[in-house]
């Protein structure tokens, strides 16, 4: 069982950067995809970023240029830099695991951006 622990989030204003961490306990996250969520709220949690085993990135559209998503294999870590936030992207952002029917979530961390 994995076990994911998100860090980093808080309060800025917009214009300014986070931070976010998100620590695993198991002992193959070198062979997990490593995934950043988010939901606002009142909204569906959707896609922030992601990153494969061999560290190919993908992105929303709304962070492209923004975040970078990447991995930290010796310190079993995925973190999510992101800089010029905007208020629409306050929410809660949650971590996940997927390693084939597997898949793993974190508590999630709240940010939240104003204007």
């Known amino acids: 069982q994995e076990q994911l622990v998100e860090s980093g989030g808080g309060l800025v204003q917009a214009g300014g950067s986070l931070r976010l961490s998100c620590a695993a306990s198991?002992?193959?996250?070198?062979?997990?995809?490593m995934s950043w969520y988010r939901q606002a709220p009142g909204k569906q949690r959707e896609l922030v970023a992601l990153?494969?085993?061999?560290?190919?990135?993908n992105y929303a559209d709304s962070v492209k240029g923004r975040f970078t998503i990447s991995r930290d294999n010796a310190m079993n870590t995925v973190y999510l830099q992101m800089n010029s936030l905007k208020p629409e992207d306050t929410g809660v952002y949650y971590c996940?695991?997927?390693?084939?029917?597997?898949?793993?979530w974190g508590q999630g961390t709240q940010v939240t951006v104003s204007s």
């Open positions: 996940k695991a997927l390693l084939g029917r597997n898949v793993y």
């Open positions: 198991g002992s193959v996250f070198n062979s997990y995809y």
């Open positions: 990153i494969s085993r061999g560290g190919i990135t």
